[in-house]
Each structure stands twice: as C-alpha cells, then as structure tokens.
C-alpha cells in the first residue's frame, strides 16, 4: 500500500468539503494507497490552524510556496478564489506534484490552457472539482446516454438556480479582478461541465447575461444570473439558464433530457433519484421510472438502497478517483483539458453577449 501525503490550499467552503470528502475516500483502502492528510494552507493563521484542528490535518501552514516546495508531499489541492489557481497549480505542477483544483479552474481560457499544457508535458495527473457529475444518479444518467438506451439526444434543458445572491455578502465573487467569470464561471460551469458529460461538446452558444442591483452594500462587476442556448456537436440543442437570485431555490441543478428511444430527468434537491423513461417499453402504462439510486449504481457509500447520497458523497466520489488515478498513474477525468474546454464555452456566451450572435465555441489552442 503506497502512502498519499496530501497538502490542501485553502481553508475555506470547499476546503472543508474536501476535507470531510478525504474521510470518506480514505476509507476506501482496497483500492491501494494509504491517504495521509498532511498540511492544511491558509493566508490567515488562525483560520489554518483552526482547519487543521478541526478538519484533521497533521499540520497547518500560511506559505503555500514552502509546502509546495517541500520533498514529502504528493498532491496538491487548490481551494482558493479562482485568481490563484494558475499560480499555484503552475508552481505545483513545476514542483512534480499531482493536482486537484477547483472549479472554475481559472478566470482566463488562456490561462487554464497553459495549465492543460503544463500538467501534460510534465505527465502530472490534474483533476478538476466538477463534483456534480460525481453522483450516483448522474453516472448512471451517463451510462443510459452511452450505451444508447434512450437513443440520439435531440434536446437538454438544464439549470442551476439558487437564492444565495439575496443573501449575505458574495465576498471574493463579486469583482471580476477576484470573481472572474462571475456567476456563469461559478455556477454556469457546472451546468456546462454536466451539459457535456451527458451530450458531449457544445458547437457554439447564443446567450444574454445579467447584473442585479447589489444587495449588500458595495458595487459588483460581474454577472448574477443568465441564460442562453446551445448547439451540440452531435446536433442536440441545449437550452441553459443559471441565476443567483431564484427565491427560494437550494442549490438546484435540474435537467430533462430528450432522445429519440427515451428521456431522462433529475433535480439535485432529489439527488437519490433518476427519472428514466425507455419508449420500448410503451404501453397505457408508460410515463416515467422513478429510479432510486441504491448499492447496485455506481458511487454509492452505502450498500442500502434509501440510505440516501449527499454533497459530500460526490466529493468523495470525485476525490477517491482522483487518488485512485494518482496510486495507478492513470489519467483523471474530468481533466484540466476538460475545465479549459468548460471556460471557453463561458468566455464564448460572454461573446455571444456582447456581439449579440450566435458564437463559436473555439477549439483548443494546443
Ligand atoms: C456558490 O454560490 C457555490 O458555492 C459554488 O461556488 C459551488 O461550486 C456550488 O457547488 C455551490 O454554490
């Protein structure tokens, strides 16, 4: 069993999720490598402490460069606001390590390709936080579409809305010099990176942004909410809207999905279930399964069907194959090429805004 000696950069939301989601794909010890939570970083002293203390870290640390540049340490993980991802995975993956960062996985389409073009000449692995597709539900949603069981795709229509913009203060997330890609990188991208997933790359985009009034004080220069349309490479058409201040919405990410043999829906606040129809089976019984995710689909914790899936076992999910791809050397998924790939779609509907056009999603540089 080979050790995993992990260092986590940020200690904020995420990095308590990632902290937690480390429990749980530690625990998973058949898979060959013994994960040591070495060093929790944070600018503030007393916040690292604290993580280290209640997150179960060995250590805490404020200097991101001294851990990185230290021998013992395998992987780095990257919590921090978006602006210092680049920074850091660069330094990191210079340093030999493997990286996980989160999502978006920069501001800049540019700067996330010279990321991809790092971590593949030097051969590290690099993972990126998309932990939505890291569901039961949604794995099993994928298989359907893979293996052809509901047919051609012909439309998606998705969204992710919360009320979180009405509440408190967005701190880093409200400046584009910090923020970047405002609430289309932030929550945008994961519709994105689900949207491709299950249908494969988007062409090209036709969108509109939008920004509200600031609720708390303090002025804000980036986008709240969104919505715009998508053509598929295979052809599927996409309709997509995000927002930040939907009332009353909890972090909900939802989807319907037409093919030509069937449909598939799913609403994360419901996350243990998938609803499947499969037109073969047409008779006056048809109309949707309601599939409860159990032991018998892929990323559940437990063996027991009604135990039900959380937040934190998608991230556990997510980071066990991460670690699974470190112990193995074998490619992780999704990749920094991947993320790069999501950020040029943002950047192509934040185009698609300011032209009033139908935009190209533009090919990789490399
Ligand atoms: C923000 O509003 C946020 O915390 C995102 O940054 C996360 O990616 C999302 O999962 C929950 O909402």
Not at 226 to 240: E, P, S, V, W
Not at 253 to 267: H, R, V
Not at 293 to 302: D, I, K, P, R, Y
């Amino acid at each position: 069993v080979k050790d995993i000696r992990v260092a986590l950069i940020g200690g904020g939301f995420m990095g308590k999720a990632h902290s937690l989601a480390y429990d749980l794909a530690a625990s998973r010890s058949h898979l060959g490598y013994r994960l040591i939570k070495d060093t929790v970083v944070d600018v503030d002293p007393d916040a690292a402490a604290t993580a280290a203390l209640e997150l179960g870290w060995q250590q805490s640390s404020t200097d991101w460069r001294a851990t990185i540049a230290r021998d013992d340490i395998d992987v780095i993980d990257i919590c921090t606001p978006p602006q210092f991802h680049a920074e850091i995975a660069l330094a990191a993956l210079r340093a030999g390590k493997d990286v996980f960062c989160e999502k978006p996985i920069t501001n800049d389409a540019a700067e996330a390709e010279q990321m991809v073009e790092v971590a593949e000449e030097l051969g590290r692995i690099n993972q990126v936080g998309f932990n939505y597709r890291a569901s039961a539900a949604l794995k099993l949603a994928r298989s359907l579409v893979e293996d052809g069981t509901v047919g051609d795709i012909l439309q998606l229509r998705i969204q992710y809305v919360m009320d979180g913009g009405w509440l408190g203060d967005p701190g880093w997330r409200r400046q584009k010099s910090s923020g970047g890609s405002g609430a289309l990188g932030d929550i945008g991208s994961h519709i994105i990176d689900m949207a491709q997933f299950l249908v494969g790359d988007i062409h090209e985009v036709f969108g509109d942004t939008v920004s509200y009034a600031p609720v708390s004080g303090g002025e804000h220069d980036v986008d709240d909410a969104g919505a715009f349309l998508a053509r598929f490479a295979g052809g599927a058409l996409g309709t997509f809207a995000y927002s930040l201040r939907a009332w009353g919405q909890k972090n909900r990410i939802s989807f319907e999905l037409d093919g030509t043999k069937g449909a598939i829906s799913f609403d994360w606040n419901h996350r243990d279930e998938l609803q499947v129809l499969i037109s073969e089976d047409g008779s006056r019984t048809e109309g949707m399964r309601r599939i409860i995710t159990s032991g018998v689909h892929e990323g559940m914790l437990f063996d027991l069907g009604g135990a039900g899936s959380g937040y934190l076992e998608a991230s556990a999910n997510q980071l066990t194959s991460f670690l699974h791809s470190v112990a193995t050397r074998t490619p992780a998924d999704p990749d920094f090429a991947t993320a790069a790939r999501v950020q040029r779609v943002v950047e192509a509907v934040e185009t698609s805004r300011r032209t009033g056009s139908w935009t190209r999603v533009p090919e990789s540089s490399r």
